[in-house]
């Protein structure tokens, strides 16, 4: 008797099949060559670290540390947690490998993969998320921040995505931030909120600003905000990473109510938000992070980074209506009609694919018309079709998919004819 499996993919968690993960791996990819474009090298991280690294990075007052967390003991008792965010790691890579102290500064690196957030999965919310982010490490300097934000914007251009906005602010410095804390706790100190909320402006009082009810949003409407309260030395790097946004033409607005789910922020920091996904409008997002280096133990160094959403991005682009990535699975399909013919076309194939062309076969001893069904699906332009005839004659059928031609080459010609075919 067989039995129906009755697994599915853990609750929040996306697949992505063929041929819609073809705009996955387009998002992808084409976020990281943004990166690497301006000099990012690649990382490759564990997917867990210690619980208590992303509770020193990230902040105990976080949604993302308070509540989200994938956190499980190992055989020791050891606490390990599936990375929620990928800048806590990478500081702690930094500072285990040295770089810090020996590596030319900036340190600048760039990552893709799986985070884990046990959030409440919605569409665009989900458990296991996809993210290319990118770190650099080491230079306070507003054209660094610029270029990250330059490479996102540019990252998501390249794709096509076009209504997005950048949204940015400055949360301030060591010098501005304390005096800043202290106004908000005494605005805040004079509103009724509630026991938990209270004790989350006990913590961290910024977060109470990022509270999505509208009771508490009204609360706070008139709240002191942190743009307003900037040292000189703030001030004047904001403005500059405003200047260089203007020459490198990359469109803005200063959100000054922005707060972002992670503590270590500091000074500038921005999202990208695309209003065509409901509430789940954010595609990306960084900022400076100035302090985090130093507060893991590793040198004083500054930072800036982002992470971007590439789940959110494949939504946004279709959103769009724009397609992202080649979702066919080969440019050639070889239907060999009877056995001989079948072990030729497997050596065709491994040659065609040797000269860098997408090459699959009709297995299982298809009829031509069902091969030919196949060949469309897997959006073969050319399809190859060789019987014993045209063995005996050394030549092979070359159908061009699109139009229906059809015609004879000889079989020594096959790779030189399709790559020209192809190269148009
Ligand atoms: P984040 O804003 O928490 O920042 O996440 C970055 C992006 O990841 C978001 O803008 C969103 O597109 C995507 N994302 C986050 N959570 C989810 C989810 N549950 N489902 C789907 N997509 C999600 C960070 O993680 C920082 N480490 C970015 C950074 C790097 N800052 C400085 N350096």
């Known amino acids: 008797m067989t039995k129906t499996s009755s697994f599915t993919a853990p609750k929040g968690v996306p697949d992505y099949v063929p041929p819609g993960s073809a705009e996955f791996v387009a998002v992808r990819d084409g976020l990281i060559r943004a990166a690497t474009l301006a000099g990012y090298g690649h990382v490759e991280l564990p997917i ?9 990075g990230v902040g105990e007052s976080t949604d993302v540390v308070s509540k989200e967390m994938w956190t499980f003991a190992d055989r020791n008792g050891q606490s390990y947690t599936l990375r929620p965010e990928g800048t806590a790691g990478v500081m702690r890579a930094i500072i285990q490998h040295g770089l810090d102290k020996s590596a030319q500064l900036p340190i600048k690196v760039v990552y893709a993969g799986p985070f884990f957030r046990y959030e409440n999965p919605q569409a665009g919310r989900y458990r296991q998320l996809q993210q290319v982010g990118v770190e650099a490490v ?14 996102a914007d540019a990252g998501y251009r390249a794709l096509g995505l076009t209504d997005f906005r950048l949204e940015i602010t400055s949360l301030g410095d060591d010098t501005c931030r304390p005096r800043y804390r202290e106004l908000l706790t005494e605005f805040l100190e004079r509103l009724p909120l509630d026991e938990a909320t209270s004790r989350r402006a006990e913590i961290n009082p910024l977060r109470v600003l990022d509270d999505k009810r509208p009771e508490v949003k009204a609360m706070t409407a008139d709240a002191p905000l942190m743009i307003d309260h900037l040292s000189e030395s703030a001030k004047a790097h904001f403005e500059q990473v405003l200047r260089h946004l203007d020459a490198l033409g990359v469109p803005y607005v200063v959100n000054p109510r922005m707060v972002r789910g992670l503590d270590y922020y500091t000074k500038t920091t921005f999202e990208f938000v695309h209003d065509g996904l409901g509430a789940q409008s954010g595609i990306g997002g960084g900022g400076r992070y100035d302090g985090l280096m130093a507060q893991l133990g590793g040198a004083p160094l500054s930072g800036i980074g982002f992470g971007l959403g590439v789940d959110r991005t494949v939504l946004a682009l279709r959103a769009e209506g724009k397609p992202a990535g080649d979702p066919s699975s080969c440019a050639v399909f070889g239907v060999p ?9 497997v050596v065709l194939a491994a040659r065609l694919r040797a000269a860098g062309i997408r090459v699959d076969l009709a297995y299982g001893d298809r009829s031509i018309k069902s091969a030919m069904k196949v060949a469309d699906r897997c959006g073969a332009r050319f399809a190859l079709v060789l019987g014993d005839r045209d063995l005996a004659e050394n030549t092979i059928g070359v159908k061009d998919m699109g139009t229906g031609d059809q015609w004879q080459i000889g079989l020594d010609e096959v790779v030189a004819v399709l790559s020209a075919e192809l190269a148009t």
């Open 48 to 56: 867990f670290e210690e619980t208590a690294l992303f509770a020193r």
């Open 337 to 345: 009609l009877g056995e001989a013919a079948k072990q030729r076309l």
């Open 138 to 151: 080491g230079v306070d300097d507003a054209a660094l921040d610029a270029e990250v934000i330059a490479i």
